[in-house]
């Protein structure tokens, strides 16, 4: 499996204010996918980082709020702009999972907003 | 009904006991399973595929039953390192991106 590094691991921010969550992996790979995980709820798909083009956003998940790069097919990177307490959560990004491919984890951040 | 759905538990077990968690979900269609293994504040590794066959990886045996649509999660023997939460996820049409249930804690007692 592939590994991946995710970074930071934990933050705590203000309210109002932005963070950038960067995700690496050591092999090129097609699917690159985003996360999050409040507390006490299951593992919620925010988005698809499509390389070359624009995220795939799920159904409550919108581009304002949760902008999404990928340069390239080893790197992606998450912004959860303008927060509020309710952004607080651990965001993991994760690779595979296309046709049937085990899907695997990075580390996650742990987000807490204050 | 919830697209997949798990028993939240806890389950306490003495060690040496035999487990088993459920998991069921909505979607007819769904092609892949997975069982994932999440310990307090880290990611979620994946513990096994579930095959249509069934499939047992030492003391873990992981079944499909597709009429019902539910999968399961058997363990065998267990060790106070099996302490967890519990994954399941699900494709949802064919194998498109993996739903996942809120997980179910299993907490092993010496």
């Known amino acids: 499996s592939a590994v991946i590094s995710q970074k930071p691991s934990r933050d705590i921010c203000q309210r109002g204010t932005s963070l950038t969550i960067q995700c690496q992996v050591d092999s090129q790979v097609t699917m690159m996918f985003w996360y999050r995980q409040q507390p006490g709820q299951s593992l919620t798909l925010i988005a698809t980082a499509n390389q070359g083009s624009e995220a795939t956003y799920e159904s409550g998940f919108v581009i304002d709020k949760f902008p999404i790069s990928r340069p390239n097919l080893t790197f992606s990177t998450l912004t959860v702009s303008n927060m509020s307490p309710e952004d607080s959560s651990i965001y993991l990004c994760?690779?595979?999972?296309?046709?049937?491919?085990?899907?695997?984890f990075g580390s996650g951040t742990q987000l807490s907003v204050l | 009904r919830k697209e997949v759905e798990q028993d939240p538990g806890p389950f306490n077990v003495p060690e040496g006991a035999t487990v088993a968690f459920n998991c069921t979900y909505s979607?007819?269609?769904?092609?892949?399973f997975f069982w994932y293994r999440q310990d307090c504040r880290k990611e979620p590794k994946l513990l096994m595929s579930?095959?249509?066959s069934g499939n047992e990886d030492g003391r873990f045996t992981a079944q499909l039953n597709r009429a019902s649509q539910y999968i399961s999660l058997l363990i065998r023997d267990s060790k106070l390192s099996d302490s967890a939460t519990y994954l399941c996820?699900?494709?949802?049409?064919?194998?498109?991106?993996?739903?996942f249930g809120k997980g179910t804690m299993l907490l092993v007692s010496p």
């Open positions: 994760s690779v595979g999972g296309f046709e049937g491919e085990k899907l695997f």
């Open positions: 996820a699900v494709s949802g049409s064919g194998y498109s991106t993996l739903t």
């Open positions: 579930v095959y249509s």
């Open positions: 979607n007819s269609a769904s092609q892949s």
